[in-house]
């Protein structure tokens, strides 16, 4: 136990001095579970995910066809609000930038921001241009697994740091949504659920921006 205690903090000692270990923040060994409301189930049969809104045409994909996407694997730190910092986590999925770079998903030129919508009416919102970034990913796998249910199974929103890119905005991890089942495009932003009760609609974790 000790040894995991003397670990830990020379970890987030290296981190800290590398600079990536936000203000507020401490690095976690573990992966905490944080959600609202039950863990729903998973049907591959009627799953699907939407992509409406100012787009030049409405997209649904079922989970075949959705595994069929383009894919890539990015390596990155994640900050939950709670506190908790987790580095060097690999995740694999779907880029929103290759689905739009390969003309699958066609965005209008009013389109500006993204309203991620979840199962049981979850929603949380970014601009378009942070979700287009090297580190925002429609996640299926986690450090080579599939995603756990806990943790979004079978798809989720991911966004962290990629080390070393200073210029990529780095929300908290709220704003990639688990469970994710459509993607709205919006000429306006709009407020997801946490931003809709006091959580701050940037949320820079370099900033330290938690709460409105």
Not at 11 to 25: I, K, S
Not at 102 to 107: A, E, F, H
Request: hydrophobic fraction near 35%; proline fraction near 7%.
């Amino acid at each position: 136990m000790f040894g995991n205690i003397f670990r830990r903090r020379e970890d987030e000692e290296r981190v800290r001095e590398e600079g990536r270990l936000p203000p507020g923040q401490s690095l976690t060994q573990k992966f905490p579970v944080l959600h609202y409301g039950p863990v729903p189930r998973f049907n591959p049969a009627t799953w699907d995910l939407r992509v409406w809104g100012e787009v030049e045409e409405d997209v649904r994909w079922t989970w075949d066809e959705f595994m069929q996407l383009p894919r890539r694997k990015v390596m990155m730190d994640i900050h939950c609000v709670t506190r908790w910092s987790k580095f060097d986590t690999v995740w694999e999925g779907v880029s929103l930038r290759d689905l739009i770079d390969q003309k699958l998903i066609k965005p209008k030129p009013s389109a500006r921001f993204v309203l991620q919508h979840a199962e049981y009416g979850f929603t949380t919102n970014l601009p378009l241009e942070v979700m287009l970034a090297d580190n925002f990913l429609l996640a299926t796998h986690f450090n080579g697994e599939p995603l756990s249910p806990d943790h979004g199974y079978p798809l989720r929103g991911v966004i962290g740091y990629i080390p070393g890119r200073g210029d990529l905005a780095t929300p908290y991890f709220w704003k990639g949504a688990k469970w994710l089942r459509g993607l709205e495009f919006l000429t306006k932003d709009r407020l997801g659920f946490w931003e809709q009760a006091g959580y701050h609609n940037e949320a820079d974790v370099w900033k330290e921006q938690r709460f409105s």
